[in-house]
């Protein structure tokens, strides 16, 4: 879709991206966020996505789009970290693919910002498992005001 000029950048994020740097976990769907081609800030942004893979045979099932029998939620990008996120996404190998998913020090910030159940057990996990720049982390969270939130969770 992006060579088609469908949508500007994409990448994987999510528990799907945080498989490519700790052991696998429990998940539903595979979440794509997209900076749409045009400016649109409403969900329309999702209309081109959604028209082309319905041409290629592919249908919505509530918030997801089917794709070869897996759930795919497509997320226009909705905050600045989200959108720096996809700008820096690691280019990864998934079989003979590459793949633009998200850095863990970006998974790591985005978990904090949403701060969910699940993000607070996966922020563990990346903790205890995985190989991420603490230095490029902190610039991160510092820049969008998480710093301080991520200090208190390591705390406890």
């Not at 749409?36 to 329309?44: G, H, Q, V």
């Not at 041409?55 to 794709?67: C, D, P």
């Not at 070869?68 to 998934?94: H, M, R, S, T």
């Not at 079989?95 to 922020?123: G, H």
């Amino acid at each position: 879709m992006q060579s088609k000029g469908i949508v500007k950048k994409y990448a994987v994020g999510g528990a799907v991206a945080a498989i490519f740097y700790v052991e696998p976990i429990l998940t539903y769907d595979l979440d794509v966020y997209f900076v749409p081609s045009e400016k649109n800030e409403s969900l329309s942004a999702l209309s081109p996505v959604v028209d082309y893979l319905n041409g290629k045979g592919y249908k919505a099932e509530k918030e997801h789009i089917l794709i070869e029998g897996i759930p795919v939620q497509f997320l226009p990008i909705y905050n600045e970290l989200i959108e720096e996120a996809v700008d820096n996404a690691a280019q990864l190998k998934y079989r003979e693919t590459i793949v633009n998913v998200f850095s863990q020090e970006y998974l790591i910030a985005i978990m904090i910002q949403t701060f969910r159940p699940k993000d607070k057990e996966r922020i563990i996990k990346f903790l205890n498992e995985g190989d991420f720049d603490e230095t490029h982390l902190e610039k991160i969270l510092k820049k969008h005001g998480l710093k301080t939130k991520f200090e208190m969770f390591r705390r406890l």
